[in-house]
Every structure is written in C-alpha cells, then in structure tokens.
C-alpha cells in the first residue's frame, strides 16, 4: 500500500499559494518548537536552534538545518554546517 501524501489531492500537487501556506504552516511549527529563522524565502527557510543561557551549553544549540516544500508538496529537511563567527 502506497503512502498518502497529505498535501497533495488525489496525486495533484498543491498550487504555489497552497505551497506557500503549508510552508508557512510548518515554519510556524518549528518555532514554537523552538527554532529561530536565520533566512527565509516563500517555501524554504534556514533555522537555527536556540541557546539558552546555561553555563554548560548544549552540543544541539546553534545546530542549523533547511526546511523546505518541494513543487510535489514534500517536506525536506538537511541539516548544515554551523556558521562561524568571523572577527
């Protein structure tokens, strides 16, 4: 049995505005999880998660991943380096 995808209907990918709207959609999700936008388009953003004011900080904050919506509707997501701070 195939898997169903649920942003397309009935195998029809989603319009631009659909697509725009189900990014906004899950961007609106990792934020609340805790992420912070480092860069954004209308489908695909790069974000961050966040630090927190500890002494020993965690070897999961600053990590960094792109999260987009293809022209078919899926999901993806890759993480990326970090970024260094020049001086």
């Known amino acids: 049995m195939a898997a169903v995808d649920p942003y397309q209907r009935n ?16 961007l609106a999700t990792k934020v609340e999880q805790g992420y912070d ?5 209308d489908t695909e953003a790069v974000i961050v998660t966040r630090g927190r004011q500890r002494r020993f900080r965690s070897q999961t904050v600053g990590k960094r991943q792109r999260i987009a ?4 509707g899926r999901v993806t997501s890759h993480g990326l380096e970090r970024q260094t701070r020049s001086a």
Not at 11 to 24: K, L, N
């Open 11 to 26: 195998g029809i990918p989603p319009t631009p505005t659909e697509r725009r709207d189900q990014f906004a959609q899950l």
């Open 37 to 41: 936008v480092e860069s954004q388009g």
């Open 69 to 72: 919506i293809d022209e078919q």
